[in-house]
Each structure stands twice: as structure tokens, then as C-alpha cells.
């Protein structure tokens, strides 16, 4: 029932910043954390970080530790990633997903993703 939408991807230098939007749909929404992932082609998506949504902790994949940081709008059901300091290493389509569980970790919903191209 939850539809998740990115949007805010695009090309940018090395050095430059993007801030990735996830817009949730779909009533209620309380999910556990929310978590956003990145995928190039031929590749397993890998995790990028996460944010509960009760309490707003944050997780953060060491690659992207002290570059990026995850944000929620509990009112507008939103989710953000924003990026700063690109590496053409952080090419790769974004995607937002929903874990429902506190206790099983995989993720139920997904978005289409949005595609982060970073030219050095």
C-alpha cells in the first residue's frame, strides 16, 4: 500500500552536494526506520544509511560516514539524503525503503530509484 517516490537526483562535480527527497504515500505510515540504498549496474544494492522513524537515530554505512546525513519530516511523511563532498565512487542510482519490523531487517517497500551521477 505505501508508495515511496525519489526525486532530487542529477549530475554534479566532484566536491558538489545533492539532497535526495523520498516523498511516502499511503495512510498511516509508522514505519520502523526508514533507509536508503545505492545501486550500480551489475551490482548488489548496498546500504547507504537508515533513520528510525519514531526517534530519528541515524545509521550510516562507513563510506559515507561525515558526508551524509539522513533527515525525516514526520508531518509531510518525507525522508532526505542529503550528500555532501561527492566522490565519483558515490555514482549509482539511489533508492529509498521502508522496514516495517523492528525485528526482521529487510526492507518491504521500495522506490524507483533516482540516478546520482558524480564526474570528477
Known amino acids: 500500500q505505501v508508495q515511496l517516490v525519489e526525486s532530487g537526483g542529477g549530475s554534479v562535480q566532484a566536491g558538489g552536494s545533492l539532497r535526495l527527497s523520498c516523498a511516502a504515500s499511503?495512510?498511516?505510515?509508522?514505519?520502523?526506520?526508514m533507509g536508503w540504498f545505492r545501486q550500480t549496474p551489475g551490482k548488489e544494492r548496498d546500504f547507504v544509511g537508515a533513520i528510525t522513524w519514531s526517534g530519528g537515530i541515524t545509521y550510516y554505512a562507513d563510506s559515507v560516514k561525515g558526508r551524509f546525513t539522513i533527515s525525516r519530516d514526520k508531518v509531510k511523511n518525507m525522508v532526505y539524503l542529503q550528500m555532501n563532498s561527492l566522490k565519483p565512487e558515490d555514482t549509482a542510482v539511489y533508492y529509498c525503503?521502508?522496514?516495517?519490523?523492528?525485528?526482521?531487517?529487510?526492507?518491504?517497500?521500495w522506490g524507483q530509484g533516482t540516478q546520482v551521477t558524480v564526474s570528477s
Open positions: 499511503g495512510r498511516p505510515f509508522s514505519p520502523y526506520s
Open positions: 525503503a521502508l522496514r516495517r519490523s523492528i525485528t526482521v531487517g529487510t526492507y518491504d517497500s
